[in-house]
């Protein structure tokens, strides 16, 4: 039985030397080794190391510790590095490797076949017989994460055709996935369904500036619509691949009312007197 008070001084001290300016690299690499050494029976505790070196971005060490914890326990699910480590370190073809042996062990497991997904797509695996955007789906079975999805009362779409349909896409996850998945509103638009979004608020507005929406809820609208899909799922049923990319650009535009906000303040900023000759603006 590890003593909790052991491990977690070691990890406490490997941070600290990760966020010191002042502590030097072989004393972090001393720290690590020690660590590596005494638990190198323990999984739990290398997944836990790997974790704090890669929060750190200290990605050469957090991804040989993972692949440590790995030769302990391949069907550990939390032995696998991240995928951040994976594609910083060890290449993509390495990865798939890695990630689909461990997604064999386990293939219950939500967090590696989502994750596996994520590898595949990376690999440009976007064919119709390929399983990464089918694999997608088991972002819904996360636990904290399936359970906040919204599922409306009507039928699910399974890529059936669309003409002529009231056609609801649904979004309630990250918000970068949601501006980017928007554009699929404009596919279905094209295959002359009446597209509603159900949006995060704050992205709300970016989905009221494409013409191929008709309506924008932040709350489940009450319909009737005969189909209902998840954005995430929009790729698998339209079987997308890298000829389909980019579906649509540019899809999102700027209301008169934010162009003149923002011209007015930065002209202002620009003014003379102001002090403006060395001020920068960065667009993220």
């Known amino acids: 039985m590890i003593e909790q008070d052991s491990f977690q001084n070691g990890l406490d001290l490997i941070t600290a030397l990760a966020e010191s300016s002042r502590a030097s690299q072989r004393q972090l690499e001393e720290a690590v080794t020690e660590m590596r050494t005494r638990f190198a ?51 993509l073809s390495r990865v798939d490797r890695i990630v689909m042996e461990a997604a064999r062990f386990l293939p219950d497991n939500p967090y590696l076949q989502f994750h596996f997904a994520g590898v595949q797509l990376a690999l440009g695996e976007y064919d119709e017989d390929d399983e990464g955007w089918k694999r997608c789906r088991w972002f819904y079975d996360i636990p904290g994460t399936g359970n906040q999805q919204i599922r409306p009362t009507f039928l699910e779409w399974n ?40 949006v995060s608020e704050s992205i709300s507005c970016l989905a009221n500036s494409m013409t191929s929406i008709r309506t924008v809820f932040t709350t489940i609208p009450p319909g009737p619509y005969i189909y209902w899909c998840h954005m995430l799922r929009m790729p698998e049923h339209v079987k997308l691949d890298l000829e389909m990319l980019p579906v649509a650009m540019p899809y999102l535009s700027v209301t008169p009312d934010k162009q003149h906000q923002w011209k007015t303040y930065i002209d202002a900023m620009s003014s003379p007197g102001t002090n403006a000759k060395n001020k920068r603006i960065g667009l993220v």
Do not use: M
């Open 41 to 91: 029976d323990n999984a739990g505790v290398l997944r836990a190391l790997a974790f704090v070196l890669n929060t750190n971005d200290r990605f050469a060490e957090a991804y040989n510790v993972a692949r440590q914890g790995l030769t302990i326990d391949p069907t550990h699910p939390c032995s696998i590095a991240t995928r951040r480590v994976h594609w910083f370190v060890a290449g």
């Open 159 to 198: 890529g059936e055709p669309v003409t002529g349909c009231q056609f609801l896409l649904v979004s309630k996850q990250g918000r970068g996935d949601e501006i980017q998945f928007l554009r699929f509103a404009n596919w279905l638009h094209s295959q002359e369904a009446t597209v509603d979004v159900l």
